[in-house]
């Protein structure tokens, strides 16, 4: 099996059902649960960014805390889409949806910026300006508002097949981002810490 098919199909897989039964457990009262179904399917995620860093930079990635840190990747990625619901609830209507997906943008570009910096050894926001990021960010805030909408017009289905399919376009331009900087993870390696 290709392993960059296995971390891409992973993460895939673990956001989109994690998105979807989060939705659904909120849906019928039960948001604080599914918060928690949420997270832990971020965190399943992560997996596959750890894969991605070890496939990048071997057993001695430069690295620190690397769990600790996925994890708070993970948990900041479940607050983005939590604030966002919050948001689109909280105000209603269309103005609601309109509001929160802006929102939902911008704090998508950050959070993304953030974990690229956090993969490639770069300044916190280094990545906001970047188109792809620009562009997988927008696709993912859509990707939720979208589901979200299909969601409660009763086409369940349809909404959890644009999600995934959104989702995984997403995950594979953000992939791809990775092609374009080789002499970031270049200057990363150089980070690498001493092997005691």
Known sequence: MNNGLFILGLANVAESLGVFWWIWLAERGQGALG????????????VSVFLTIKQLYGENPPQRNIAPTLFGTAVLEMLMWGSWLFLVDAIGGNAGHIIGFLVF?????LVHSVQAAFVLQTPLLYFVSNTKTIVFSIIEAAAGAAFLLLFRGDQVLL???VLFIAISIEHLIQASLLEDVPDLIERAKGKRLPVA
């Not at 918060?35 to 992560?46: H, I, K, N």
């Open 35 to 46: 918060l928690v179904v949420l997270v832990s399917a971020l965190a399943t995620e992560r």
């Open 105 to 109: 943008i911008v704090t998508n570009l």
């Open 159 to 161: 909404g959890a097949a």
